[in-house]
């Protein structure tokens, strides 16, 4: 815990020039970094990768925590991925290149068994979540910016299609569950997030779900009963 504690407060919050949280790794929502972690560490993740790296607050994070593994990331737009490319260059484990995050799923899901991935990249008129969903073969996946139906916690839309259970049941194979972080959980460390706090999915593919379904701050949704239509 104070590895993580120590790599995330000391990441730059570069992204703060755009987003709304004004930036930081996951947010700056330390809580995602504990689950991240206990996730990393549950399911003997092989590679980390994000999608949509902005400045890359996250990936910096991720490469300074998790010196020992590969982080991919990805932009749609060169010069965010540049800026991060120049900001991560240190680190020998980071990877980020200029492409849709779908391809980057892909390829990451050809070489990698139990990546850890963290979907983060919209913005744009075309909205990837979809087809990075799609693209994993096995892997834990924490959706960021999901509606956890709590309202503290924010979450993405596109016009009516809301990120959401929704998305996840028009999946080729949904899952029967995913998980959600329980709002009232009582963290070991504090969230010093006093702006917008992003919600979270969780759902394992292709991968038991036993470490989700054990940890204790997270709550077990049925899609079939959460899926509004
Ligand atoms: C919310 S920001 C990401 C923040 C970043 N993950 C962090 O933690 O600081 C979303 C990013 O996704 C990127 N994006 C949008 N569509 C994309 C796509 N199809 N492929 C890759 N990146 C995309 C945007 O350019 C934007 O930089």
Same mark, same amino acid.
Not at 3 to 32: E, H, Q
Not at 54 to 73: C, K
Not at 184 to 199: K, V
């Given at each position: 815990?104070?590895?993580?504690?120590?790599?995330?407060?000391?990441?730059?919050?570069?992204?703060?020039?755009?987003?709304?949280?004004?930036?930081?790794?996951?947010?700056?929502?330390?809580?995602?970094?504990?689950?991240?972690?206990?996730?990393?560490?549950?399911?003997?993740?092989?590679?980390?990768?994000?999608?949509?790296?902005?400045?890359?607050?996250?990936?910096?994070?991720?490469? +300074?925590?998790?010196?020992?593994? !590969? @982080?991919? *990331?990805?932009?749609?737009?060169? #010069?965010? &991925? $540049?800026?991060?490319? %120049?900001?991560?260059?240190?680190? +020998?484990?980071?990877?980020?290149? !200029? @492409?849709? *995050?779908?391809?980057?799923?892909? #390829?990451? &899901? $050809?070489?990698?068994? %139990?990546?850890?991935?963290?979907?983060?990249?919209?913005?744009?008129?075309?909205?990837?979540?979809?087809?990075?969903l799609?693209?994993? &073969? $096995?892997?834990?996946?924490?959706?960021?910016?999901?509606?956890?139906?709590?309202?503290?916690?924010?979450?993405?839309?596109?016009?009516?299609?809301?990120?959401?259970?929704?998305?996840l049941?028009a999946m080729s194979r949904p899952?029967?569950?995913?998980?959600?972080?329980?709002?009232?959980?009582?963290?070991?460390?504090?969230?010093?997030?006093?702006?917008?706090?992003?919600?979270?999915?969780?759902?394992?593919?292709?991968?038991?779900?036993?470490?989700?379904?054990?940890?204790?701050?997270?709550?077990?949704?049925?899609?079939?009963?959460?899926?509004?239509?």
């Amino acid at each position: 815990m104070d590895t993580t504690l120590c790599a995330f407060y000391r990441t730059a919050r570069a992204g703060a020039v755009r987003l709304s949280d004004d930036g930081g790794p996951f947010g700056f929502d330390i809580t995602v970094a504990l689950l991240a972690d206990d996730l990393v560490t549950g399911y003997d993740c092989d590679a980390l990768v994000e999608t949509g790296c902005h400045l890359g607050d996250t990936t910096d994070y991720l490469a +300074r925590r998790y010196p020992e593994l !590969p @982080v991919y *990331s990805c932009d749609i737009d060169p #010069s965010y &991925a $540049a800026f991060t490319r %120049r900001r991560v260059a240190k680190h +020998r484990n980071a990877r980020v290149e !200029p @492409v849709d *995050s779908a391809a980057l799923v892909n #390829s990451a &899901a $050809a070489i990698h068994h %139990r990546p850890l991935f963290f979907l983060d990249a919209h913005w744009g008129p075309d909205w990837p979540l979809a087809r990075e969903l799609e693209a994993i &073969a $096995a892997g834990i996946v924490l959706i960021h910016d999901f509606d956890i139906g709590h309202p503290r916690f924010s979450y993405d839309a596109y016009g009516d299609l809301v990120c959401g259970p929704n998305m996840l049941a028009a999946m080729s194979r949904p899952p029967e569950r995913y998980f959600v972080p329980d709002p009232e959980a009582d963290w070991p460390l504090p969230c010093l997030q006093t702006r917008r706090r992003a919600g979270v999915g969780i759902l394992a593919v292709g991968l038991d779900s036993g470490p989700l379904d054990t940890h204790p701050h997270l709550i077990t949704r049925h899609l079939e009963m959460a899926v509004t239509r």
